[in-house]
């Protein structure tokens, strides 16, 4: 069962700002680091998450996932192509996996996923897309194909968003920008904590 709000974070400095404050999903995606900066970050985290009752996935990085027990991965569709599912699988980690049009979801449905992302569900400022915004009807459209697999939404949503993804089919938001932005991060996480909670 996914929690319905799943910030994700640039390094341990946030993670360790936000787990705390009540966040019990979160994804570490660290980019451009070494083999043992990655490593000594997961393992942070993996402590941090475990105090606070938080469920911690590690992107791409399914070998250091191997390496400090981390039990939960996103894959994008390029490190999905690259890794080694059978031993991902007997170490008993969970497996996320991105999605943007219907072959990418063929092949994520056949690695067997603990949950499927698809994005961007709005315009994102985050990063360049090649993919145009998937719209509401989409999120309905892919629910409907995985049935009782997880959905978990990502790009451009805000507190003002979130109803209308939620009641489209996701069951989890994934959110980076509109708190990373925010001129008080921890006031925002607080504000989506209060408003998914009841869900």
């Known amino acids: 069962m996914l929690h319905p709000f799943y910030p994700i974070v640039p390094d341990i400095g946030w993670l360790e700002r936000i787990v705390p404050l009540g966040v019990k999903l979160v994804q570490l995606r660290i980019k451009d680091a070494s083999a043992k900066e990655i490593g000594g970050q997961a393992k942070r985290a993996a402590t941090t998450c475990r105090d606070n009752g938080c469920t911690l996935v590690l992107n791409d990085y399914w070998e250091a ?62 990063k360049a897309m090649p993919w145009a915004p998937q719209g509401l009807d989409k999120v309905k459209e892919w629910k409907k194909r995985i049935g009782q697999i997880p959905l978990v939404a990502i790009g451009g949503i805000t507190p003002e968003r979130a109803p209308g993804v939620i009641e489209a089919g996701a069951d989890s938001l994934a959110v980076i920008t509109d708190f990373i932005t925010a001129p008080d991060p921890e006031n925002r996480i607080e504000l989506w904590l209060r408003q998914l909670q009841t869900r």
């Not at 996932?65 to 569709?77: P, V």
């Not at 170490?91 to 698809?118: C, F, Q, R």
């Open 65 to 126: 996932a191997l390496d400090t027990g981390i039990d939960f991965i996103h894959l994008g569709q390029d490190d999905l192509r690259d890794a080694d599912l059978e031993a991902i699988k007997l170490a008993g980690i969970k497996i996320g996996i991105s999605t943007h049009d219907a072959a990418e979801l063929e092949l994520a449905l056949a690695a067997e996923p603990d949950y499927v992302a698809l994005g961007p569900i709005y315009e994102t400022k985050l």
